[in-house]
């Protein structure tokens, strides 16, 4: 019988963890090509941030958590990921609107 395996968001996020560090280890291994590759990396992973993001604040994270799990203040991060709802409060707390409000 087939075992079914399920991975978790964190198993997925060491072994690429591993994959990209395991990347030009050896300098002599990279080519100009290799530079289109990592941008679009980069541009997945940021928007991957992004979701994250605004995943935390619905589960009811702070901006200054978030802020201080990636290394930034809550300033930052309400400046770079803007909330969807309203802001209540100096703990940096979104609320959704009220779909009876407009």
Known sequence: M????????QDRLDGIVRQVSALGRDRSEWELDDLDRLTQL???VSGRLHDAVYSLR???????EIGRRLGTT????????PG???Y?????RYRK???DTT
């Open 2 to 9: 087939k075992t079914t395996t399920t991975r978790t968001t």
């Open 74 to 81: 809550q300033q930052a991060v309400s400046k770079r990921w």
């Open 58 to 64: 619905d589960a009811g994270y702070t901006d200054t």
């Open 42 to 44: 980069r541009h997945l």
């Open 84 to 86: 969807g709802g309203r």
């Open 88 to 92: 209540v409060g100096a703990a940096g």
């Open 97 to 99: 609107p009220d779909a």
